[in-house]
């Protein structure tokens, strides 16, 4: 698992490279849960707290990176795009923050699989989370497509 | 109005740093509509295409300016946040792109302007977009907190 991360951080900053300034690092994956974080001071707005859009910007990595991570472990080669998303900011960050997306339960993911598999195209709601000295700070859901590469859509 | 964006624009690049890797440009207010506007290869993902956080990190801001301009027209000194949002990535962004906000009716800011003075805070709902060839390609929602300095909230 610690190559795939490495793989997952080498990815993020080649293939976005404004997450080399977001200071975006690939933190964490116990099975469970992928965890990305990002230090303040590159993120940091005139109250000196997190600027809104580098957290935005961090859990929908996050989510992008669980489907990835997902879709290796299935060996799929899919294209990830993000169709839509909502946010709450609940309270202010104020110290290096981490988000954190939680595997969807297993029959949403076979579902997803069996959908992508079949059709090409598949999509994922996952929800997402900043949490700061045990209170919930950032709540974040986004639903992600994923198209298979080499493969003509049929719906 | 030409000083007063380049203090906005300042503003940004002074108080929330990772504007300028954004490449985030103060582009226009016409008095009804303020645009921002950011270069595609300084947010670029693997598609070729404006990676979602950027586009998310763009309209965010386009309404945080635009609410700076409101209250700087009404002579008000106030801190602003958002609240939360909603966006929907309805096609990719393949060009340098734009993020207009529209000022919301002239009744909704008089409504806006009153609850700050009276209680010292007040949010305000506002819609952008992000237009590509002649289509939508980013819709976006964000409930934004206005809290005067210097001021104890009363509520």
Known sequence: MK???????????TEIPITYYLGVIVQDYNGNCLTLKAALEKNINHKDTAFAGSLNALVTLAGWGLLWLILKEQELKANIVIQDSR????KPVTTHFSA????PESSQISHFVSILSKRGKARLE???EVWEAG????AFQGRYVAVLKNTRIGE
């Open 3 to 13: 190559e795939r991360l490495q793989e997952l951080q080498e990815t993020f900053y």
């Open 87 to 90: 946010i709450s900011y609940l």
């Open 100 to 103: 954190k997306c939680y595997l």
């Open 126 to 128: 996952l929800y997402l």
């Open 135 to 138: 209170a919930l700070a950032v």
